[in-house]
Nanobody, 116 residues
Framework: QVQLVESGGGLVQAGGSLTLHCTATEHLLNFNTMGWYRQAPGKERDLVAYITKIYDASYGDSVQGRFTISRDNTKKEVFLQMNDLKPEDTGVYYC??????????WGRGTQVTVSS
């Protein structure tokens, strides 16, 4: 099964930026739609952005205009550029297929903490 490894998280002040990386062990062209999910403390994991194989992207209302998802099918990577971060963006971020019912095994995720 495909393995996904997320990285790039960290501690940042409100208004700051981070870029998350996701590396897959299989060629991304095997997967139509990839997404980034966020699990805030004490909450369920939610899809915040996704991108299709042909690079059509969509965003949740809470991140629209601040986050940008991209993918490099040749390098088996998915990215999430996060700008103007807010404390409510805090959580563990995971990449996987989207929607969630298509998701395979979850990686460890990467922690993002935004201080006010």
């Amino acid at each position: 099964q495909v393995q996904l490894v997320e990285s790039g998280g960290g501690l940042v002040q409100a208004g700051g930026s981070l870029t998350l990386h996701c590396t897959a062990t299989e060629h991304l062209l095997n997967f139509n739609t990839m997404g980034w999910y966020r699990q805030a403390p004490g909450k369920e994991r939610d899809l915040v952005a996704y991108i299709t194989k042909i690079y059509d992207a969509s965003y949740g209302d809470s991140v629209q205009g601040r986050f940008t998802i991209s993918r490099d099918n040749t390098k088996k990577e998915v990215f999430l550029q996060m700008n103007d971060l807010k404390p409510e963006d805090t959580g563990v971020y995971y990449c996987n297929q989207a929607p969630s019912w298509r998701a395979g095994p979850w990686g460890r995720g990467t922690q993002v903490t935004v201080s006010s």
